[in-house]
């Protein structure tokens, strides 16, 4: 059965540093998703990216925060300067459609900044 | 305000009972979908059932039925026969009406443990 999946797994990182987590979502899905958890807390949306671009994003996604689809596979979040408040699970998500389908989630990376 | 709250923070079923998970929503849009996500202790989020706004039947799948009261803004989960690999974390989410985003937001979860 088609996954998502995201690397690495976990990353631990300096505050300052940047960081770039990694996903590659279902081949033939349209749209694709960042979410992120802080521990013990809730499920928070941070991005969603359909057609190339942007589509939606959160008052979290600042402009420390940024989604690039380099190529056909890979969808990533980068960091720009990494907060101690950053640390967190981040999940990638991805849906065949907008709205009337699932979103399947990767296992997440988790971040962990110092 | 809260767009879905569960107001359940624990719960505790005993294997092979059935339990209810609460979950109501807060949205003017008639076009919306509930879905329900399960996140074991290992961490990933598993998707387990959706209804949409617009379905006359509760949906089902397995042992996953969502008892979905329009009226009342309510989509609680029941899990039928608990396994005790079901203790995990569940949670409630609404995904809006906008096509080209399908964000979905999430409640707070329920944690459930399954005894045996």
């Known amino acids: 059965e088609p996954e998502v999946t995201q690397t690495p797994s976990h990353q631990v990182t300096q505050m300052g540093q940047e960081v770039i987590l990694r996903c590659v979502p279902i081949?033939?899905?349209?749209?694709f998703y960042w979410y992120r958890q802080i521990l013990g807390q809730k499920v928070e949306f941070l991005v969603s990216f359909y057609n190339n671009e942007i589509s939606e994003k959160s008052e979290i996604f600042d402009d420390q925060f940024s989604v690039e689809r380099p190529d056909g596979s890979n969808f990533t979040l980068k960091i720009r300067s990494t907060k101690l408040e950053d640390s967190a699970m981040y999940f990638c998500?991805?849906?065949?459609?907008?709205?009337?389908?699932?979103?399947?989630f990767g296992p997440g990376t988790r971040l962990t900044v110092l | 305000a809260q767009k879905i709250t569960q107001t359940q923070p624990g719960m505790f079923v005993q294997e092979k009972e059935a339990v209810t998970l609460d979950c109501t929503y807060d949205t003017s849009d008639p076009s919306y979908g509930l879905f329900w996500y399960k996140q074991p202790s290992s961490g990933e989020m598993i998707f387990l059932i959706y209804q949409g706004s617009y379905d006359q039947q509760n949906a089902t799948e397995g042992r996953y039925s969502l008892n979905f009261q329009k009226a009342r803004k309510s989509a609680n989960l029941v899990i039928s026969a608990s396994q005790l690999g079901d203790s995990a974390m569940y949670f409630c989410a609404m995904r809006e009406g906008n096509v080209n985003t399908g964000k979905l937001i999430f409640g707070q979860g329920t944690t459930l443990q399954v005894k045996p």
């Open positions: 998500a991805s849906s065949e459609r907008g709205s009337y389908n699932e979103q399947f």
């Open positions: 081949s033939n899905h349209l749209y």
